[in-house]
């Protein structure tokens, strides 16, 4: 399992974790975890991404695809290296993921 379900909670929804890394090597389990997520979250959960240190496009269209499916109901903190914060500002990728 790649995502954690922790004990923390946003706005009154649950709060699950990602570390590491979410890109192509893993976006498909990922996803597959999220979907399962979605079904039994009705009313929308929060993602939190931390100490991420491989973050790619497949992870950025993720989240905007969970976003625009979603809307208030999906949330998410994004906690990278300054390094990948560099790279998606010079790629243009960070307006996409704000």
Request: no cysteine; charged share 35%; hydrophobic share 40%.
């Amino acid at each position: 399992m790649i995502i954690i379900r922790t004990e923390s909670k946003n706005k009154k929804r649950p709060v699950f974790r990602i570390e590491k890394e979410i890109s192509i090597n893993n976006i498909e389990s990922i996803k597959s975890e999220i979907e399962s997520i979605v079904l039994a979250e009705k009313d929308g959960f929060h993602l939190e991404l931390k100490e991420i240190e491989n973050f790619d496009l497949p992870a950025a269209q993720l989240l905007m695809a969970l976003k625009n499916k979603l809307g208030e109901k999906f949330s998410y903190t994004l906690d990278l290296r300054k390094d990948l914060v560099t790279l998606l500002e010079h790629t243009g990728i960070n307006r996409y993921i704000q």
